[in-house]
């Protein structure tokens, strides 16, 4: 019986864990310039660990309207930015 809630236990912490490396990156970051039209901004960034990439500024694709709106110059934001259809692309704000 305890090697049984042994393994019940070490499962749960390694999908734990597994799900845990899934979970999205969020990266500090200062908006420069938002273009609504074009449904990009402008972001200066912390070193986007996820993407391999340094901190620089650098223009992002936004994924919908209800993020752009999030989205003000000058705001400090935490971001997660994913490559999606090849662009980069910011898919969460916070």
């Known amino acids: 019986m305890r090697t049984l809630i042994k393994l019940t ?3 749960a912490l390694a999908l734990g864990t ?3 490396a899934l979970a999205a990156e969020f990266t500090k970051g200062t908006v420069k310039k938002v273009d609504a039209k074009a449904k990009k901004v402008t972001l200066i960034h912390e070193e986007l660990k996820s993407l391999d990439m ?3 500024t650098m223009v992002f694709r936004v994924r919908d309207d209800a993020i752009l ?3 003000k110059e ?3 934001i935490e971001f997660v930015a994913e490559r999606v259809d090849g662009k980069l692309t910011v898919t969460e704000v916070k």
């Open 69 to 71: 709106e999030q989205l």
């Open 18 to 20: 597994a799900y845990g």
């Open 9 to 11: 236990l070490a499962s």
């Open 54 to 56: 340094p901190a620089m």
């Open 74 to 76: 000058g705001a400090k």
